[in-house]
């Protein structure tokens, strides 16, 4: 009787994930419209919904680090039905910068594909006083205080801050946290601060515009889009590495015929040369990942970022 019972609901979840979707699926982005997160989404939505023979719905839940939009993704059924839609700060930073988050990303999601991804930059401003690299270097053995900002506490700019000035102990480093990404570039171009730290796409932009002047790509190869510009490899502190990264997933227990096939679709739309092209003129690079790797990936992640997260001593309610 139980084995028969077991049966039938192994064939109705098969059947289930066979007529996967049947209905739209419901993008959950833990933060504003506007934003890289959201509009890479927006940006192949189109494509992923024509793949998958169903709209999505994109929705912005942001707030708590991320924890309002998890909480609606873990308050849904594992069904693939919504999805959650985020990059590093909430899948492995938030686990560490948080005393009491309601959420763990290892525990309680299933990675189905990273989707983009793309080095940190350390720059500073064209009429600031560290054009260079080596400038910086020749400050920090001067005794020069230096100054460096974030878009907030425990954010990426934040960590990635306190462990060059680990690197660079002889350093009087300064951390000064701003309200978001626009007052940050504003100190930025301003002077207020020495330096910062951002994403290739946003050091574009300002370099672009020459109000920004990239000192080095905190990776272990040069970026295919400021290939001028040293690695913190090649100046001598290759453990000053972080990339940016946006991913998706959905609840844990959602069957893997439904993750698959998930991952299948965005693996398809971004191969798309058109499509791809978009993100490519952003300064994003690919970054395709299987939900197996990327479960890992994000275990890895977190586990690379809590001691200096700790360190730091940034920290949220």
Request: with cysteine; proline share 9%; glycine share 10%.
């Amino acid at each position: 009787m139980f084995a028969g019972a077991l049966l039938g609901c192994l064939c109705l979840g098969a059947s289930a994930a066979d007529a996967y979707p049947s209905k739209p699926i419901r993008v959950v982005i833990p933060f504003p419209p506007g934003g890289a997160v959201d509009t890479l989404m927006r940006s192949i939505g189109p494509a992923l919904s024509a793949e998958l023979g169903q709209p999505l719905v994109i929705d912005n839940r942001p707030g708590g680090g991320a924890q309002i939009g998890a909480s609606v993704v873990l308050g849904a059924p594992p069904d693939g039905y919504t999805m959650f839609v985020a990059e590093i700060g909430a899948f492995a930073i938030n686990p560490s910068l948080y005393r009491n988050i309601s959420y763990q990303p290892v525990r309680d999601f299933e990675g189905v594909d990273m989707l983009t991804r793309t080095p940190m930059v350390m720059y500073g401003s064209p009429t600031g006083k560290l054009p260079s690299f080596k400038a910086l270097k020749d400050a920090v053995a001067a005794g020069a205080d230096i100054s460096y900002g974030s878009f907030g506490p425990g954010t990426a700019p934040h960590i990635l801050g306190h462990q060059l000035s680990r690197a660079l102990p002889k350093g009087k480093f300064t951390h000064i946290p701003y309200k978001g990404a626009p007052p940050a570039l504003q100190a930025m171009m301003t002077n207020e601060i020495d330096l910062l730290f951002d994403g290739v796409p946003g050091v574009l932009n300002m370099v672009r515009s020459s109000k920004g002047v990239p000192l080095a790509v905190a990776a272990a190869q040069r970026s295919e889009y400021l290939p001028q510009v040293p690695t913190t490899a090649e100046l001598g502190l290759p453990q000053l590495q972080m990339d940016l990264w946006i991913g998706a997933a959905v609840k844990k227990g959602t069957p893997p015929a439904i993750v698959n096939r998930l991952h299948a679709a965005f693996e398809k739309v971004l191969a798309d040369r058109e499509i791809w092209k978009k993100q490519a003129d952003l300064g994003y690079s690919k970054a395709s990942m299987t939900p197996a790797q990327f479960d890992a990936f994000i275990k890895s992640e977190i586990e690379r970022y809590r001691p200096a997260i700790v360190e730091s001593g940034a920290t949220v309610e």
